[in-house]
């Protein structure tokens, strides 16, 4: 981890979420307590920012500097507010695209999901502030810089994106392999929002119950499933043929 990646010390790392600074995990030493640990801790919750309990030796990997216990992984981008953020997109001429990612954890799946969403006019990337991968030199990489050039917003809450998405009259639409017909079946012409799932268990059950149509690719191999970030780009393609069309 390069140092302008993360930051060191639980009053350093308090001051940094109160100035509002972009951090997408931090990394706490177990067995660790105090009024300033407890402060952070504290914070962390509230804020609802990823937090991993790691051993003395995982964090002196990442820093050679007096930690103190604790260390946060800062994004080198800037995320947007979800509502404004939508709002915006919906005020404009085109057909607004979404897509919202569930429990996407691996660094460079994210990294390609977000180059192929940037390619084929995705407005805007929405996934949920506890359990998605973080934004990292890897994944800029594996982007190729297209997170750079496309808006993220971080949510609480998936479902409560959902619905405000419905009450803007966007379909949602989720790509499992429990879906009755194939994407090539999907009408994708109008404002709508693709969900993709987490890399293991796919869309959680709970967000598959408010979606509006449950669509799946074709699979013709032995293998029953393709990785999210391919899969991905198949959906994203077909929207966009459909919508060339």
């Known amino acids: 981890m390069k140092s302008r990646d993360y930051i060191f010390g639980l009053r350093a790392i308090i001051e940094a979420i109160q100035a509002k600074k972009h951090i997408d995990k931090v990394y706490l030493q177990k067995g660790l307590s105090g009024e300033l640990f407890k402060e952070l801790e504290f914070t962390l919750r509230k804020k609802k920012i990823a937090t991993s309990y790691v051993p003395v030796e995982k ?4 820093t050679q500097n007096n930690h103190q216990g604790a260390v946060a992984l800062i994004s080198p981008v800037d995320f947007q507010d979800f509502e404004p953020l939508v709002e915006g997109i919906l005020g404009r001429d085109n057909v607004p695209l979404f897509l919202l990612l569930d429990q996407v954890t691996d660094v460079r799946n994210f990294g390609a999901i977000i180059r192929t969403a940037e390619c084929t006019g995705v407005d805007a990337i929405i996934v949920p502030k506890t359990g ?7 994944t800029i990489k594996t982007s190729a810089g297209a997170v750079f050039n496309i808006p993220i917003a971080k949510v609480d809450h998936l479902k409560d994106a959902i619905y405000y998405l419905q009450a803007s009259n966007i379909t949602i639409v989720a790509a499992t392999e429990k879906g009755d017909n194939t994407i090539f079946q999907t009408n994708l012409k109008s ?7 987490a890399e293991d268990k796919g869309i959680s059950d709970s967000i598959l119950k408010l979606v509006d149509h449950k669509t799946k690719l074709p699979i013709a191999g032995k293998i029953g ?14 929207v966009f043929r459909q919508r060339l069309g």
């Open 191 to 197: 404002g709508c929002a693709i969900i993709m799932g």
């Open 59 to 62: 964090l002196n990997k990442l």
């Open 225 to 238: 499933s393709l990785n999210v970030s391919v899969a991905c780009g198949a959906i994203l393609y077909e």
């Open 132 to 138: 998605s991968a973080p934004i990292t030199s890897d």
